[in-house]
T-cell receptor, first 111, second 111 residues
Framework: KNEVEQSPQNLTAQEGEFITINCSYSVGISALHWLQQHPGGGIVSLFMLSSGKKKHGRLIATINIQEKHSSLHITASHPRDSAVYICAVRLYGGSQGNLIFGKGTKLSVKP | DTEVTQTPKHLVMGMTNKKSLKCEQHMGHRAMYWYKQKAKKPPELMFVYSYEKLSINESVPSRFSPECPNSSLLNLHLHALQPEDSALYLC??????????FGPGTRLTVL
């Protein structure tokens, strides 16, 4: 069983829809990251969370430490949001750089 | 400057060639990372440098040789690679154990 599970694996939405991507983990963590990767390469770090909720523009990330679960929400989705969204966790007490990645959720937003 | 740059963007090399990938950041980050990413898979950590010293080597074959000449620069020297080493190579940096900033990657093809 993977230590970081994301759902869904693939998601297709119409422009304007509210989108939720989920991440569950089975280990003790010190932080959770949400990353965005567009086709062709580079990764952008969206959020780093250790508790509660963070908001940036149309993106909202929440984490429930007790339930070992995080969600990434996109409000008023747009075709430019189409990308792979990756959840990654840093183990509690883990050494520097030791991120464990989920397999990613591929989001396609249709106009 | 909140950017991690990587050169070249694309590299095609034969199995007998020697080449190098370069990564640069000017954010004052003291941790730098190399990741390997195969298609439709999450990134895999290869190396971590902390304060210009190699702190993590994830059992990477010796045909990959990292180098950190100074706090802003990270190289990955490649020699006698195999076709299965073809992948996207991502560099990242962070201030200690904070958010990792990723570069755009170098897409490597080994013939």
């Amino acid at each position: 069983k993977n230590e970081v599970e994301q759902s869904p694996q693939n998601l297709t939405a119409q422009e304007g829809e509210f989108i939720t991507i989920n991440c569950s983990y089975s280990v003790g963590i010190s932080a959770l990251h949400w990353l965005q990767q567009h086709p062709g390469g580079g990764i952008v770090s969206l959020f780093m969370l250790s508790s509660g909720k963070k908001k940036h523009g149309r993106l909202i990330a929440t984490i429930n430490i007790q339930e070992k679960h995080s969600s990434l929400h996109i409000t008023a989705s747009h075709p430019r949001d189409s990308a792979v969204y990756i959840c990654a966790v840093r183990l509690y007490g883990g050494s520097q750089g030791n991120l464990i990645f989920g397999k990613g959720t591929k989001l396609s937003v249709k106009p | 400057d909140t950017e991690v740059t990587q050169t070249p963007k694309h590299l095609v090399m034969g199995m007998t060639n020697k080449k190098s990938l370069k990564c640069e950041q000017h954010m004052g980050h003291r941790a730098m990372y190399w990741y390997k990413q195969k298609a439709k898979k999450p990134p895999e950590l290869m190396f971590v440098y902390s304060y210009e010293k190699l702190s993590i080597n994830e059992s990477v074959p010796s045909r990959f040789s990292p180098e950190c000449p100074n706090s802003s620069l990270l190289n990955l020297h490649l020699h006698a690679l195999q076709p299965e080493d073809s992948a996207l190579y991502l560099c990242a940096s962070s201030y200690q154990r904070d958010t990792q900033y990723f570069g755009p990657g170098t897409r490597l093809t080994v013939l």
